[in-house]
């Protein structure tokens, strides 16, 4: 069986019509949103990533230097010696 074509009345038409484009402005704006809001995750992400890469070197220059200070007192104190680890001796 097929369905009787519904003729709409002139209002009713303008009303989808109207729909339809607020629909249509609705998306474009969500979607110039979305793009918007891309652009502005990217450049945090840009941000973060040189912060993190500031901290990592600032972090190994900061162990370089605790090395060289901890390398200097060692040899200056003689501790050297016997660097190995301390095990108990056994008394037979």
């Not at 019509?17 to 652009?39: C, S, W």
């Not at 040189?50 to 901290?55: E, G, N, V, W, Y």
């Amino acid at each position: 069986m097929q369905k009787r074509a519904v003729v709409l009345e002139p209002e009713e038409k303008k009303a989808i019509t109207m729909l339809q484009q607020i629909r249509a402005l609705r998306k474009d704006q969500v979607a110039r949103r979305k793009e918007k809001q891309a652009e502005r995750k990217e450049g945090y992400k840009k941000k973060i990533a040189k912060i993190d890469t500031l901290k990592a070197d600032a972090r190994t220059a900061e162990r370089k230097e605790k090395r060289r200070r901890e390398a200097r007192s060692s040899t200056l104190d003689g501790s050297r010696e016997g660097g190995g680890r301390n095990k108990k001796l056994k008394t037979t």
